[in-house]
């Protein structure tokens, strides 16, 4: 009987970690998607996102037993200066290109930046799961997962409130990726 409260417990515990982890892919998919994205686009960020979330950890997870002090404080700053980057290459966009669309959010490099930067974060974790033990599996698995569902769900919405803000979409997609960033360093 402890054993099974045991798994329970740690399922649970797991997946309140993932959906932590999760709410910056949904907090920034909002930003991204008020600049009008297509479905087919939401659902390629959204399973890149997700790979993400799996690769990140793992990574971190190897890396772990070497660098875990030093790389955690670094890993913020550098997904924070990511966001930044791609917060003030909206405004650029929003203010200089006027109606162009950016394609940083969601192709190729940008694309690559944007997962990156949402999942720096389960990297650090991954740390953390190098040094003690835990399912790892079960723990990646529900990284993959959530992090793929919630920022489908945040660039849904962030489309349905980007339609209600129009050409100043952008602007306030950029200003939230820049706020986000921003936060992170300070």
């Not at 996102?49 to 002090?69: N, R």
């Not at 992090?147 to 129009?166: C, D, H, I, N």
Request: charged share 10%; proline share 1%; hydrophobic share 60%.
């Amino acid at each position: 009987m402890d054993q099974v409260l045991f798994q329970w417990g740690q399922f649970l515990t797991l997946l309140i970690i993932a959906f932590a982890l999760s709410m910056d892919a949904f907090s920034l998919g909002i930003g991204v998607g008020m600049v009008g994205i297509r479905l087919r686009e939401i659902i390629k960020v959204s399973i890149t996102i997700g790979l993400f979330h799996i690769m990140m950890p793992i990574i971190g997870i190897v890396v772990g037993a070497y660098l875990s002090d030093l790389v955690g404080d670094i890993a913020v700053f550098i997904g924070g200066g990511v966001l930044m980057i791609i917060g003030l290459h909206m405004l650029w966009n929003g203010f200089v290109q006027g109606d162009q669309k950016s394609v940083l959010k969601t192709k190729g490099f940008g694309l690559m930046l944007f997962a990156l930067s949402v999942s720096l974060d389960a990297f650090t974790v991954g740390f953390s799961f190098g040094l003690i033990e835990v399912n790892r599996i079960l723990a990646i698995s529900l990284f993959g997962i959530m992090g793929a569902t919630m920022s489908y769900f945040g660039l849904l919405l962030g489309r349905s409130v980007g339609g209600w803000l129009g050409d100043y979409s952008e602007l306030v997609g950029g200003l939230i990726l820049f706020g986000f960033g921003l936060k992170f360093m300070i």
